[in-house]
């Protein structure tokens, strides 16, 4: 494991900040920045004792190879790593286990936006494979806005191990495909559920596939084949959600 990693953009930071800043090393701020939440940030880091450095733009862009900033990094310990045990304590923690599976999304900014809709929409915990998936990234961490440090997000080796163990916990398995027969407002999923998404363009694997209790679809009225995943897994979310509620 790395020894440190780059940290960056106002809201990761102040995720971290507030709930592990013993994982900071070091802050660096753009000189000259002047505003609330910078503000907020620096005095934060200089209460718990963290270094700060104001420095030029290009120094900032070198450290996170050219991404958006938002004129903040920070040099920090890597943070916790989740695993199939972990899974099994969320699991018998929650009265109602509410699931996230992502198999093999490789793209940083759509599992950021997956984090940041289901730390809306009340997910327990996302699991992903550990193989062609992508991690939990600065990019990642970016685009979460802060979930990243609020989701547990769960690497497996088998996910379709996994996933049986999931089932055996009493957990229904819904995933979304296209060529399911069932719309998903047509489905019941209330009560203890994972919702699984496939990746980027290919969907679920088969073997994820096979593992599913149920196949359910969205609706696709236009010409378009398909959505982002993203957008996919918020409007499947909420629709559990809704029936959760009721």
């Known amino acids: 494991m790395a ?7 106002i809201h990761a930071l102040e995720a971290v900040i507030e709930r592990e800043p013993e994982r900071l090393i070091e802050l660096f701020v753009l000189k ?15 209460k718990f004792g963290i270094a ?8 900032l862009d ?12 920070a040099k920090a310990r ?3 790593q989740f695993n199939e045990s972990d899974l099994d304590e ?3 923690n929650s009265a109602s286990p509410f699931l996230l599976i992502l198999d093999g999304v490789t793209d940083p900014h759509n599992l950021g936006a997956c984090l940041r809709t289901a730390d809306a929409a009340g997910i327990d ?8 998936s992508v991690a939990l990234t600065p990019v990642v961490r970016k685009v979460a806005c802060g979930a990243a440090d609020l989701i547990p997000l769960v690497q497996v080796t088998n996910l379709a191990r996994t996933l049986r163990e999931i089932k055996d916990a009493g957990v229904w398995v819904v995933g979304t ?13 209330q009560g203890p559920i994972a919702l699984v998404m496939g990746a980027e363009g290919k969907g679920m694997r088969r073997l994820t596939r096979e593992h599913c209790d149920e196949l359910i679809k969205l609706p696709m009225a236009g010409s378009v084949s398909s959505l982002n995943v993203s957008v996919a897994t918020g409007i499947c979310l909420y629709e559990i959600v809704r029936q959760r509620a009721n």
């Open 3 to 9: 020894q440190h990693e780059w940290l960056y953009g």
């Open 32 to 46: 000259g920045r002047d505003d609330a939440p910078i503000n907020t940030i620096i005095n934060h880091a200089r």
């Open 52 to 59: 700060v450095q104001f420095c030029q733009r290009k120094t």
């Open 62 to 73: 070198d450290k996170v190879n050219g991404e958006q900033h938002q004129g903040v990094v």
């Open 78 to 80: 890597p943070g916790k």
């Open 90 to 92: 969320i699991i018998k």
């Open 125 to 132: 915990a996302i699991v992903v494979p550990k193989d062609n």
């Open 177 to 189: 495909a296209g060529e399911a027969t069932q719309s998903i407002y047509d489905c019941k999923m």
